[in-house]
C-alpha cells in the first residue's frame, strides 16, 4: 500500500505534534491513533525530557487502545508517527492488536543522521517495525515529510 493524500493528512498532523513536543523542550516525536472510519482517536507527542525514556506517544496510544477501543475496533485502526516505531513501540503496537502503521521518518534514517552528526548511538537498535512484528501493515518513510523530521531533530540539537 502507498501512502495516500488522506495518510499525509494525518502524518502532517504527526509532525506538528512533533514540533509541539519540542517548544515543549522535548524530543520530536509525535502520533496519532485513527479510527477504520477515519475519526482521530487519540494523540500525543514525546514526554521523555522528564527522565521516563519510555514516554513515548506511540506507547501511549498502544496503553490507550487497550483500554478504549476493543480489539475488533483497534486491528482498523491506523496510527499515524513522525518517526518509525522503536522496537518497544513496534511491540506494544502487535501485543494490543493495532492495525497499519505509517511513519513519515525511518528509524534507520534518523539513526543515519544522529552518526552523521556525530551524536552517541541510541541504546535501542533502529530495527525496522516488520523485524520487531513482522504481521504488520506498515508504510513509510513519506519522502516529502523526512526532510522536515530531521529539521526538527536538528533543532532539538541545535
Do not use: K
Not at 44 to 51: K, S
Not at 83 to 98: K, N
Not at 129 to 143: R, Y
Request: aromatic share 6%; hydrophobic share 40%; charged share 20%.
Amino acid at each position: 500500500m502507498t501512502i495516500s493524500d488522506t495518510d499525509r493528512r494525518f502524518l502532517r498532523r504527526a509532525v506538528d505534534l512533533a514540533a509541539q513536543a519540542l517548544r515543549s523542550g522535548d524530543e520530536p516525536f509525535g502520533s496519532v491513533l485513527v479510527s477504520g472510519g477515519g475519526d482521530v482517536l487519540f494523540e500525543d507527542h514525546n514526554h521523555v525530557a522528564g527522565g521516563d525514556a519510555t514516554q513515548h506517544p506511540e506507547f501511549a496510544i498502544a496503553r490507550w487502545a487497550a483500554e478504549h477501543v476493543s480489539p475488533e475496533d483497534r486491528a482498523r485502526c491506523v496510527v499515524y508517527t513522525s518517526g518509525e516505531h522503536c522496537p518497544m513501540c513496534a511491540a506494544a503496537h502487535a501485543w494490543v492488536g493495532l492495525g497499519r502503521i505509517v511513519y513519515a521518518m525511518s528509524g534507520a534514517r534518523l539513526a543515519e543522521w544522529a552518526a552523521e552528526e556525530g551524536l552517541p548511538a541510541s541504546p535501542v537498535a533502529p530495527l525496522p517495525i516488520q523485524t520487531v512484528a513482522p504481521g504488520l501493515v506498515v508504510d513509510g518513510p513519506d519522502p516529502e515529510l523526512t526532510p522536515e523530521v530531521i529539521a526538527l531533530h536538528r533543532r532539538a540539537r541545535g
